[in-house]
């Protein structure tokens, strides 16, 4: 069995598209994934699984709507791909406040353009750097406030979701405790 993080985009934000993680658990617990747990409300699963990581998200993807009523689109790590994530964290200075420091999780490469665009938007004290389809965002004057944050969509125009170093590592400790 092949432990996994499942991570959500854009549910229970704001008010809209809500989800009740024991509802989540249920329905993938019925779907044959074992060690289903949830971290906070924002769409952060861990589970394990005999299935590749891409037939994981297949099925996770077909049954989510029909329970909901609405489609998520997921990003899925195994626990060696997060593990390795952590190590390479480029901003060892960020773990004395994790919120300053985001994994910025991406289905596929941005474009080197895109990064260069992406660049041109940090504030003064901001930085990030990209390794194995993760952006490491450091926003020590804060995330909601970083021009930087609020373009990454726009800019670099691959599937992503974005989860701070504190959330990062509760992840792995939940990992390690299935």
Excluded at 154 to 169: C, D, E, G, H, Q
Aim: proline share 3%; aromatic share 8%; hydrophobic share 40%.
């Amino acid at each position: 069995m092949t432990k996994y993080i499942v991570l959500f985009r854009g549910i229970n934000v704001g008010g809209n598209k809500i989800v009740k993680m024991e509802t989540l658990r249920t329905i993938l617990a019925v779907a044959g994934f074992g060690d289903v747990r949830t971290y906070v409300q924002s769409g952060n699963v861990i589970l394990t699984s005999d299935q590749t990581a891409r037939r994981v998200a297949e099925t996770i993807t077909e049954i989510f709507p029909r329970t909901f009523g609405f489609s998520s689109r997921v990003t899925i790590r195994s626990e060696d791909e997060w593990n390795c994530m952590i190590n390479k964290n480029a901003y060892p200075q960020a773990l004395d406040n994790p919120k300053n420091l985001h994994a910025v999780i991406m289905d596929d490469d941005p474009t080197d353009a895109a990064l260069v665009e992406l660049a041109s938007k940090a504030g003064d004290t901001e930085e990030f750097t990209v390794r194995n389809r993760v952006l490491y965002l450091y926003t020590p004057d804060g995330f909601g406030t970083s021009k930087m944050a609020e373009a990454l969509d726009k800019v670099l125009k691959v599937p992503l979701t974005a989860r701070n170093w504190r959330t990062v590592l509760t992840l792995q400790n939940m990992l390690a405790a299935v």
